[in-house]
């Protein structure tokens, strides 16, 4: 199966651009998708197919991908960016896998 | 407007079954090619995936989980229905079901989520 990994923390200043990857291990290269999850809540799609933004997401957010490694990009970051973000895959196996997580701090 | 919301005990006892709702409104398993999956995240922790349950019945699980899960769907009632056997305090998790569109690979809608408590 898929194994994502991403870096457990990113801290960025208010303003700054803010970029948190996610590198994939596995056979070929899915479509890779970002989730938001802000404390007590569920998860919200920010970005599909690797650089797609779904209707409502801010510009700010974006995505990019380069072999087998994602990045998702968030610029002119706002206090209220601040959450877990989680990369996700669905392979052919057929299997459903998530990143461990990258934390966003604010600071 | 598509929603879901799960349902289910908050608190089962070790080596009980845990049976887990998921209510869709705004759309229909029997649309072609929509799925709706399970997850779970034990607080603290990071999502993971259980279950996909497509509408003509193809049902896909997480290979380490396989022997314990059973998803179902409810046409009549617009449900989709998980059963997760001999639950253990470290199966303590949010649960979640979620939408995936026709050909799409990513859960554009999610339910709110409901933590469930495994102990005696």
């Known amino acids: 199966s898929y194994v994502l990994t991403q870096p457990p923390a990113v801290s960025v200043a208010p303003g700054q651009t803010a970029s948190i990857t996610c590198a994939g291990n596995?056979?070929?290269?899915?479509?890779l998708h970002w989730y938001q999850q802000k404390p007590g809540q569920a998860p919200v799609l920010v970005v599909y197919?690797?650089?797609l933004r779904p209707s409502g997401i801010p510009e700010r957010f974006s995505g990019s991908k380069s072999g087998t490694t994602a990045t998702l990009t968030i610029s002119r970051v706002e206090a209220g960016d601040e959450a877990d973000y989680y990369c996700?895959?669905?392979?052919?196996?057929?299997?459903?896998?998530f990143g461990g997580g990258t934390k966003l701090t604010v600071l | 407007q598509i929603t879901l919301k799960e349902s289910g005990p908050t608190l089962v006892n070790p080596t009980q079954t845990l049976t887990m709702t998921c209510s869709l409104s705004?759309?229909?398993?029997?649309?072609?090619?929509?799925?709706v999956g399970w997850f779970r995240q034990p607080p603290g922790k990071a999502l993971e995936w259980l279950a996909l349950?497509?509408?003509?019945?193809?049902?896909w699980y997480r290979p380490s989980l396989k022997d314990r899960l059973t998803i179902t769907q409810d046409t009549s009632k617009n449900q989709v229905v998980l059963t997760m056997t001999n639950m253990e305090p470290v199966d303590t998790a949010t649960f979640y079901c979620?939408?995936?569109?026709?050909?799409?690979?990513?859960?554009?809608?999610w339910g709110q989520g409901t933590l469930v408590t495994v102990s005696s």
């Open positions: 596995g056979v070929g290269s899915p479509s």
């Open positions: 197919d690797d650089s």
């Open positions: 996700q895959v669905l392979d052919g196996t057929p299997d459903v896998e």
């Open positions: 349950i497509f509408g003509d019945d193809t049902k």
């Open positions: 705004g759309f229909s398993l029997r649309s072609g090619g929509v799925a």
């Open positions: 979620a939408h995936k569109d026709r050909s799409m690979t990513d859960f554009d809608y």
